[in-house]
């Protein structure tokens, strides 16, 4: 297996590590998104024609778009570095492919929530026996939405360039 490939498998297990945390804990350790990063740049460096300058203004153009999206309130701050970190794998001209993967399958995921957790609560099983997600009120583990897009992206976008 070659430098590139390991640095990509690598990255993949993080954001399923990242899903995982969000789904138990509703929690994406920092550490999971500073991996990302440092694995996207360990990439660049074996690709010979990486551009540098389209997945830096990815990586601002995420942070932007995240800080507001936390700063109203519609995502959490482990989400929001998730998706900054994903950027600098993406580029500038996958982040809209990788956005819209997000998006929808975001939508996919409070959809199918809500039908369980209605379903849940039309069965009448008390809240206390229930894992945390399927509870009311509680949050979407996001890191799940992200990681679809990242995939949806990375299946239009293979072999990365």
């Known amino acids: 297996m070659m430098i590139a490939e390991i640095l990509l498998f690598l990255a993949l297990a993080c954001l399923i590590l990242a899903c995982i945390t969000d789904?138990?804990?509703?929690?994406?350790?920092?550490?999971?998104?500073?991996?990302?990063?440092?694995?996207?740049?360990?990439?660049?460096?074996?690709?010979?024609?990486?551009?540098?300058?389209?997945?830096?203004?990815?990586?601002?153009?995420?942070?932007?778009?995240?800080?507001?999206?936390?700063?109203?309130?519609?995502?959490?701050?482990?989400?929001?570095?998730?998706?900054?970190?994903?950027?600098?794998?993406?580029?500038?001209?996958?982040?809209p492919p990788m956005l819209l993967g997000v998006a929808l399958a975001g939508g996919l995921l409070a959809f199918l929530l809500l039908v369980v957790r209605e379903g849940l609560r039309q069965a009448n099983v008390p809240e206390e026996r229930l894992p945390g997600m399927f509870r009311a009120g509680a949050p979407l583990p996001y890191a799940l939405a992200i990681t679809a897009g990242m995939l949806w992206w990375g299946w239009q976008a293979w072999p990365l360039a």
């Open 23 to 95: 789904v138990v804990r509703f929690e994406i350790p920092d550490w999971i998104s500073i991996a990302i990063l440092v694995l996207a740049v360990g990439y660049g460096l074996t690709q010979p024609d990486f551009g540098w300058w389209s997945h830096l203004l990815a990586i601002v153009a995420m942070f932007v778009l995240g800080m507001l999206l936390f700063g109203t309130g519609v995502m959490g701050g482990g989400d929001v570095k998730l998706l900054v970190a994903s950027s600098a794998w993406t580029g500038l001209s996958g982040l």
